[in-house]
């Protein structure tokens, strides 16, 4: 079983930045792809973002293309995601979470195996 942890979050003006850190307790964290998802208020989860489990690959929402990197040190067992240029619009519960093998779609959390409790972001205007 593999427990994520998610930090980073908080309350931040639009415009401004935040960097989230996702941990994982699995050294094993290294061969799984990862994923940011994140929920706001009276909506559905959404993709942000993905990455391969080398770093090689990314894929982002289009929401979030070109504002949001997401990154990964398998050395510390964390995945990142810098989320620059924010938006009000981008305030929500950002969740990380770990996908074990490869099936269906990247952008379905139902296809991830372990999920992070979340941390909340905010964004004022």
């Known amino acids: 079983q593999v427990q994520l942890v998610e930090s980073g979050g908080g309350l931040v003006q639009a415009g401004g930045s935040l960097r989230l850190s996702c941990a994982a307790s699995e050294r094993t964290f290294s061969t799984y792809a990862m994923g940011w998802f994140r929920q706001a208020p009276g909506k559905e989860r959404e993709f942000v973002a993905r990455?391969?489990?080398?770093?090689?690959?990314?894929l982002y929402a289009d929401s979030v293309k070109g504002r949001f990197t997401i990154s990964r040190e398998n050395a510390k067992n964390t995945v990142y995601l810098q989320m620059n240029s924010l938006k009000p619009e981008d305030t929500a519960v950002y969740y990380c979470?770990?996908?074990?093998?490869?099936?269906?779609?990247?952008?379905?959390?139902?296809?991830?195996?372990?999920w992070g409790q979340g941390t909340q972001v905010t964004v004022s205007s």
């Open positions: 979470a770990a996908q074990t093998y490869y099936r269906g779609s990247v952008y379905v959390g139902a296809n991830y195996d372990y």
């Open positions: 990455i391969s489990w080398s770093g090689g690959s990314t």
